[in-house]
Nanobody, 122 residues
Framework: QVQLVESGGGSVQPGGSLRLSCLVSGNTFRHYLMGWYRQVPGREREFVAQITRSEVTTYRDSVRGRFTISRDNAKSTGYLQMNSLKFEDAGVYYC????????????????WGQGTQVIVSS
């Protein structure tokens, strides 16, 4: 079972920055697609950004140019650098890994972390 632990959330003023981290258990992180999602009460969880095994990145339109997703496979950790934060960026941020592909084996399972809270307040 793959376990994910997010960290780095907190409270920040509009225009501020935060860096979220997602530590993934085991030594297979490099074979996973990794993504960040966020959720606010009463709304569905929404996609924020993803990074493929070959480090191709995709962003939600509203965060492109302000957020940067990255990964350090040696540390089994993914990151989300969030700059120029806005009120609408607030929420619980979750990281997800999956599916898995190592060049021969494909596994469609996805794994989620427990979330880290981001508060944007003046």
């Amino acid at each position: 079972q793959v376990q994910l632990v997010e960290s780095g959330g907190g409270s920040v003023q509009p225009g501020g920055s935060l860096r979220l981290s997602c530590l993934v258990s085991g030594n297979t992180f490099r074979h996973y697609l990794m993504g960040w999602y966020r959720q606010v009460p009463g709304r569905e969880r929404e996609f924020v950004a993803q990074i493929t095994r070959s480090e191709v990145t995709t962003y939600r339109d509203s965060v492109r140019g302000r957020f940067t997703i990255s990964r350090d496979n040696a540390k089994s950790t993914g990151y989300l650098q969030m700059n120029s934060l806005k009120f609408e960026d607030a929420g619980v941020y979750y990281c997800k890994v999956g599916p898995y592909y190592d060049g021969s084996l494909y596994q469609p399972d996805e794994y989620w972390g427990q979330g880290t809270q981001v508060i944007v307040s003046s």
